[in-house]
């Protein structure tokens, strides 16, 4: 079974920036789709962007569109999420998330991470 560990995560101000990884140990996930995913505090989680396995498309949510990019490395077993511009509400313990044909079927993300903190000030 994969395991997924994120990274990068920490505290900016509001118009700064942050890159997330998402790395997968104990075998590739070059064939699986990958999603961020967040969970505000006292919110329940929900959808940030996605990936397909070759990276040809990309899914994000309305609140994040033209500030924050995907993007996967396969040989580097890693998916990146590079946030700009980043808002107090942006707060939340991003995790990523990954499975076949996730995209189409989000019921299909099953490997998860443990999550990372990101704390924008205002």
């Known amino acids: 079974q994969v395991q997924l560990v994120e990274s990068g995560g920490g505290l900016v101000q509001t118009g700064g920036s942050l890159r997330l990884s998402c790395t997968a140990s104990?075998?590739?996930?070059?064939?699986?789709?990958v999603g961020w995913f967040r969970q505000a505090p006292g919110k329940e989680r929900e959808f940030v962007t996605a990936?397909?396995?070759?990276?040809?498309?990309?899914y994000y949510t309305d609140a994040v569109k033209g500030r924050f990019t995907i993007s996967r490395d396969n040989a580097q077993n890693s998916v990146y999420l590079q946030m700009n511009s980043l808002k107090p509400e942006d707060t939340a313990v991003y995790y990523c998330?990954?499975?076949?044909?996730?995209?189409?079927?989000?019921?299909?993300?099953?490997?998860w991470g443990q999550g990372t903190q990101v704390t924008v000030s205002s």
């Open positions: 998330a990954a499975g076949l044909g996730a995209t189409y079927d989000p019921s299909k993300f099953v490997i």
């Open positions: 104990s075998r590739s996930f070059s064939n699986d789709d």
């Open positions: 990936i397909t396995w070759r990276g040809v498309a990309t």
